[in-house]
């Protein structure tokens, strides 16, 4: 693993999330974007070398609306950025962690992306993703 991409987390309210994390990091949020098959609009903040993430749910089945519902808002998963996704889904498997995705699937912000599941990483949902090749 490379380093930290980003740390994702859920909001109910993006409008009044985003600029209430446009207030506390200074600076404004430079994408905006929808990832249908997740039912998620995802806005991104740059500060320094990482990313901020802030994710709402489209859609009351989505993850993100599930992971509110259960937990409220609040970090929701750390995001690894890694050279070679497919590579590191098998060294994972292979060092005994349980994934959510065995293959990686397209996610926000040009990335392909794979969830390793919180049960196997004390707790804390890991995303690991892949600039896609442009």
Known sequence: MKNIEHIGIAVKDMSVSEELFSKLLNVNSYKTEKVESEGVET????????????????????????????????????????????AEIERL??????????????????????????????????EICQEKAK
């Open 43 to 86: 806005v991104f903040f740059q500060t320094g070398e990482t990313k901020v993430e802030l994710l709402a749910a489209t859609r009351s089945d989505s993850p993100i609306a599930k992971f509110i519902e259960k937990k409220g808002e609040g970090i929701h998963h750390i995001a690894f950025e890694v050279a070679d996704i497919d």
């Open 93 to 126: 498997e292979k060092e005994g962690f349980k994934l959510i995705n065995t293959q990686p699937k397209d996610g926000a912000d040009n990335k392909r992306i794979a969830f390793l599941h919180p049960k196997s990483t004390n707790g804390v949902l890991i």
